[in-house]
């Protein structure tokens, strides 16, 4: 994700686009990938990626916001990092609207239990955040769970407590 991706995210929100909006342009681009190929060719002019613009937003609903946006990403060049703005536009919502997106994964469906030491794991680190966990199956592990957030890793495997102990006893 490049920083350009990050600050047009950044510019998007600040227009006032929410998730829900965001997620019917990603869902645009993923129905109709053509489109995508139109408003990128240096061979079209910018005055019909305009109105292919205002068409086909206007067909699927979308805000007067999110076309004069992409009017402007097209007339810039960065039309074709949509999917990298858009995944850095989730990434700064959920940072101002203090959501904390993990995912928790477990050898089969998470136990009650499990989830609520996580949860308790999770409010501990980030007390300030609302706690949207995904719950993920993996046969690899014998038994507890692995939390994922961000760049993070919160190992409570059984695997992931018998390194921790070898290494408490060996002393590296």
Not at 43 to 60: C, W
């Amino acid at each position: 994700m490049t920083q350009e991706a990050i600050n047009n995210a950044k510019v998007l929100y600040r227009l006032g686009a929410t998730r829900q909006e965001a997620d019917e342009l990603r869902e645009l681009y993923e129905l109709t990938p053509e489109l995508l190929k139109v408003l990128t060719s240096p061979v079209i002019s910018i005055h019909k990626k305009d109105a292919v613009i205002e068409k086909i937003y206007q067909d699927a609903g979308l805000s007067k916001v999110l076309v004069n946006y992409t009017k402007m990403m097209c007339r810039l060049g960065y039309i074709g990092e949509i999917e990298d703005i858009l995944d850095a536009f989730y990434l700064y919502w959920d940072r101002q609207n203090h959501i904390l997106r993990a995912e928790l994964t477990c050898a089969g469906t998470p136990q009650p239990e499990e989830e609520a030491e996580a949860r308790k794991i999770l409010a501990e680190k980030y007390p300030d955040c609302e706690i949207v966990l995904t719950e993920k199956e993996d046969e690899n592990l014998l038994g507890g769970y692995i939390i994922k957030v961000h760049h993070k890793e919160y190992d409570r495997s059984y695997e992931g407590r018998l390194r921790q102990l070898e290494r408490k006893l060996t002393g590296r």
